[in-house]
């Protein structure tokens, strides 16, 4: 078996996939995964990760495994990016690594190609921490990966077209199209490498040979086509233009796995980046963490950021917490997180 990876003229916008799907995204170890509701099998969840620049998740790690942890559902199964494929009892992740030269978290018996048919990786059917092997036709849910060094700001936009919106004054200057991007409580489309380029070309309408307004990091007035950039007059020409907003991305912790001992005192950092500006707070258990759950444990609130803070930590206060990242491009339960867990030590001293 092998899987043939089709190209896509165009890659699904943020807005498109919100409307069909909910999304758990957990950063961890430098890396983001994405658990995805749309049922596919192995190759069509492979080829779907590809699309959105990323891949099947590779959880070559015990963070990592935490991670797909917490966003797969109790009850759930999803795909993984391992598979034996290519040669039988030989799994191997999709960067080609061994999966039995590294971290393994197999559940009891597994994997056990039952009648032999079963050549995919997924997790979930003895719990969302323990992996299985299953045939790669059967239609599970998938958790998608990428590098946070490789996240751009393109890939978390949800975009609004001037000429496709009646209440929308279509076709404008520069300036105007800037500031009416503003009062929609949003800001023009911006391109700032040549990655994002790509990927605000493919989201443009298609069969359109329209040019739009965008924003730059160069003080120029720009415009795009699906063939170019192109710098232009600002007050004379009239175009339509790209409003966005950007879901949080980026949310970096300080120190995901600190150890403590009691009478500790610690801080983390916790940061996120999205348009507009996403709020950010720390949660555990559950809950969210203020002076009322407990006086020693509480979190200072910044622009973009929050900052845990444990004073006299007890043994108690180990654990898993969970530092959210939210704003008005998405609803709160897509949930966008990063991972800390805190390891309580006994005092040698």
């Known amino acids: 078996m092998t899987c043939a990876i089709a190209k896509q003229n165009s890659i699904p916008s943020r807005k498109d996939n919100l409307e069909r799907e909910k999304y758990n995204t957990v950063y961890a170890s430098q890396q983001v995964l994405t658990y995805h509701r749309d049922s596919r099998s192995w190759c069509s969840a492979m080829q779907a990760c590809i699309w959105g620049n990323q891949h099947l998740a590779i959880v070559n790690s015990e963070t990592l ?137 493919s989201k443009l ?22 063939d170019q950039l192109e710098f232009t007059e600002c007050t004379s020409t009239s175009l339509p233009y790209i409003c966005e907003v950007v879901s949080p991305y980026s949310v970096e912790v ?14 983390i950092g916790c940061t996120a980046k999205g348009f507009p500006l996403p709020d950010v707070f720390w949660y555990k258990d559950g809950e969210r963490i203020t002076e009322q759950t407990d006086p020693n444990v509480h979190q200072s609130i910044g622009s973009a950021s929050a900052i845990l803070k444990i004073h006299r930590a007890q043994m108690g206060d180990a654990g898993q917490y969970r530092c959210y990242a939210t704003n008005t491009a998405i609803d709160f339960e897509l949930r966008v997180f990063g991972l800390l867990h805190i390891e309580g030590r006994i005092s040698s001293y």
Not at 205 to 226: D, M
Not at 254 to 267: A, F, R, T, V, Y
Request: glycine share 8%; net charge negative.
């Open 65 to 201: 495994n935490l991670a797909s942890e917490a966003i797969i559902p109790d009850g759930h199964m999803a795909w993984l990016g391992g598979s034996d494929i290519y040669s039988e009892g030989t799994f191997v992740w999709i960067d080609s690594q061994r999966v039995s030269a590294g971290y393994q978290s197999w559940g009891p018996g597994e994997p056990n190609n039952h009648d032999g048919l079963e050549h995919c990786m997924d997790a979930g059917y003895q719990g969302p921490y323990y992996w299985n092997d299953s045939p790669c036709d059967k239609s599970f849910n998938y958790v998608c990966q990428i590098g946070t060094v490789r996240e751009v700001s393109a890939m978390y936009a949800v975009l609004s077209f001037s000429d496709t919106i009646p209440t929308y004054n279509s076709r404008t200057s520069f300036w105007n199209a800037k500031k009416a991007c503003e009062n929609k409580g949003m800001r023009l489309a911006r391109v700032e490498s040549e990655e994002e380029f790509k990927i605000l070309q």
């Open 205 to 226: 309408p298609r069969n359109s040979n329209e040019k739009y307004w965008i924003g730059t990091k160069h003080e120029k007035c720009a415009g795009i086509t699906h």
């Open 254 to 267: 300080s120190n995901e796995s600190p150890k403590i001992h009691e009478n500790d005192n610690l801080q």
